[in-house]
């Protein structure tokens, strides 16, 4: 995985961290850990802190269990996504504004890039539904303090893109993490092949 004896994210140009970006776990450095072909969107990113929720990470329970009011809004697959290893009691939701709808309508929801928008939960489900293409539902977030996260990306543990609105609402019969790899320059769709266990190569 490594390339010209670097890690493979070391050696390749990328995006600056910041809202609305995507990181992309690295196939080999954080293979065993939490993130392992994880995808995070990256929700605020300063010079004191960065926060982000994991994309990809579903949860057995399913949001009519813990969140019936917001179950009609869920996309498919309709469950709780871990957001991260941080404030497991915290329940965030994020949404994709459809296309003939403006955030400004309602102050409730902070934009974080393009279409994709932060919902407070305090919201009333019924009065947003029709402003949204889809609400994804997560329970815990991902902190890093001062520098943390840059650090990270410069040791390769992450790639840095921008994130398009369908990767928040990824259906459940796809791999959001090979979907990301697939649309980036080269050599990096090459690496969406790699496998989950290294073992079923």
Do not use: C
Not at 13 to 39: K, N, T, W
Not at 102 to 122: F, G, K, T
Not at 126 to 134: F, K, M, R, S, T
Not at 167 to 176: A, F, K, S, V, Y
């Amino acid at each position: 995985m490594n390339l010209f004896g670097e890690r493979l994210f070391q050696a390749l140009e990328q995006a600056a961290p910041e809202p609305g970006m995507l990181l992309v776990a690295d196939p080999l450095g954080l293979e065993g850990s939490f993130f392992h072909r994880s995808i995070l969107l990256l929700l605020e990113h300063s010079e004191t802190h960065s926060m982000a929720v994991i994309l990809n990470q579903r949860s057995d329970v399913a949001v009519f269990n813990v969140l019936p009011a917001w179950a009609p809004l869920a996309s498919k697959p309709p469950a709780v996504f871990i957001g991260g290893a941080h404030e497991q009691r915290a329940v965030s939701a994020l949404g994709i504004l459809a296309k003939d709808k403006v955030r400004e309508e309602h102050p409730d929801m902070l934009r974080v890039a393009n279409r994709i928008v932060r919902i407070a939960m305090s919201e009333d489900p019924g009065e947003v539904a029709e402003l949204l293409e889809g609400v994804r539902i997560f329970q815990g977030l991902q902190f890093w303090g001062p520098g943390e996260l840059e650090e990270e990306i410069a040791s390769g543990d992450w790639y840095v893109t921008p994130a398009l609105p369908s990767d928040i609402l990824t259906p459940g019969n796809q791999d959001l993490w090979v979907n990301v790899l697939r649309r980036q320059p080269m050599p990096l769709p090459l690496f969406a092949t790699y496998p989950s266990e290294i073992d079923d190569n």
